[in-house]
Nanobody, 118 residues
Framework: VQLVESGGGLVQAGGSLRLSCAAS????????MGWYRQAPGKQRELVAA????????NYADSVKGRFTISRDNAKNTMYLQMNSLKPEDTAVYYC????????????WGQGTLVTVSS
């Protein structure tokens, strides 16, 4: 599966952005997926996850109540709606499958940069 993230940009604190993840290949709809982010000097972290059918979601405490993950399997696309953005949300955001047995995916896309100014 190839993954292409888009929708990042520069936004003021308190603003909103919607990220998109376009997936190619036939396995997207059977994978639990997630949005990750990597801030400068920090490790990549999983901030939101969604089951293959979209019925369950989970969020990191740092984004809970502000971010919403969703997916449209018919379009092979996943989204991350980000509201009430904070400067600490500044990072490169990536979409990918969730870790399996604690092992993260090996292949990553280029990500999309989100910059939140104060």
């Amino acid at each position: 599966v190839q993954l292409v993230e888009s929708g990042g940009g520069l936004v003021q604190a308190g603003g909103s952005l919607r990220l998109s993840c376009a997936a190619s290949g036939s396995t997207f709809s059977i994978n639990d997926m997630g949005w990750y982010r990597q801030a400068p000097g920090k490790q990549r972290e999983l901030v939101a996850a969604i089951t293959s059918g979209g019925g369950r979601t989970n969020y990191a405490d740092s984004v809970k109540g502000r971010f919403t993950i969703s997916r449209d399997n018919a379009k092979n696309t996943m989204y991350l709606q980000m509201n009430s953005l904070k400067p600490e949300d500044t990072a490169v955001y990536y979409c990918n499958a969730v870790p399996i047995n604690g092992t993260p995916p090996r292949v990553w896309g280029q990500g999309t940069l989100v910059t939140v100014s104060s």
